[in-house]
């Protein structure tokens, strides 16, 4: 993406590893020193994602592999061109929870499908964009669930996964950080929430 100004910041980690406190936290601090913030996620930060999410997220049954992967990747290819790529070039700040890092983990993680051809996928949707940076709030499963356990709201569908499932997610999500090591900033999720947030502060402060 050449015409861009904005600074892209996504955030991952299995369910249950506080995406959406520390994308709150980071937001009012960013938001507090002045800077316009576009809060949004996938699967469902457009109006046709909304839909999208609807169908990956609550649909009864099964959804065969491949099709799940194209849903997820068609979210993304109208995400990115309609909501991240415009507010990125007006010089804005996108927070987003989730983004084709999930899809390489949980899509990749079914055993089914080639975690490189997923990625693929993504990259191919959205002509090849990548964030600036990638928070992943790494938690191990079991404290996960049962964070999960006393949150009073029912499962979506891909929560219900078993528990391997979930493992594999894991570390599916720190071998790609490990891969792309400059993209992404690993966080221990199971540490107090405001320390999580300094240490992704002072990350993001070498950004903007
Ligand atoms: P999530 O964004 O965590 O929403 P909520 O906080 O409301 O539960 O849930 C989205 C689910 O979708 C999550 O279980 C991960 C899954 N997912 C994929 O499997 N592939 C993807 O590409 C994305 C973006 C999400």
Do not use: C, N
Not at 100 to 108: F, K, M, N
Not at 159 to 173: G, L, M, P, Q, Y
Not at 176 to 183: G, K, V
């Amino acid at each position: 993406m050449s015409s861009r100004s904005g600074v892209w910041i996504t955030l991952e980690g299995g369910d249950g590893s506080g995406k959406t406190t520390q994308a709150e936290l980071l937001e009012k601090w960013l938001t507090d020193s002045g800077h316009t913030v576009v809060r949004t996620r996938e699967p469902g930060g457009s109006e046709v994602g909304h839909l999208i999410r609807d169908i990956v997220l609550h649909h009864r049954g099964d959804i065969a592999p491949r099709a799940e992967a194209l849903l997820y990747a068609a979210d993304r290819a109208h995400h990115v061109a309609t909501v991240v790529r415009p507010a990125l070039e007006r010089g804005e700040i996108v927070l987003q929870d989730r983004y084709l890092d999930s899809s390489v983990a949980y899509q990749g993680a079914g055993r089914v499908l080639d975690a490189t051809e997923v990625r693929e996928l993504s990259l191919w949707a959205t002509e090849g964009s990548l964030p600036d940076l990638t928070l992943l709030l790494d938690l191990d499963p079991a404290t996960a669930r049962t964070r999960l356990d006393s949150a009073d709201k029912p499962f979506d569908r891909l929560e219900s996964e078993k528990a391997d499932f979930h493992t594999r997610v894991r570390d599916s999500f720190l071998a790609l950080a490990a891969a792309e090591p400059e993209r992404f900033m690993i966080l221990d999720a199971a540490q107090d929430p405001e320390s999580i947030a300094a240490g992704i502060r002072s990350r993001v402060a070498t950004l903007i």
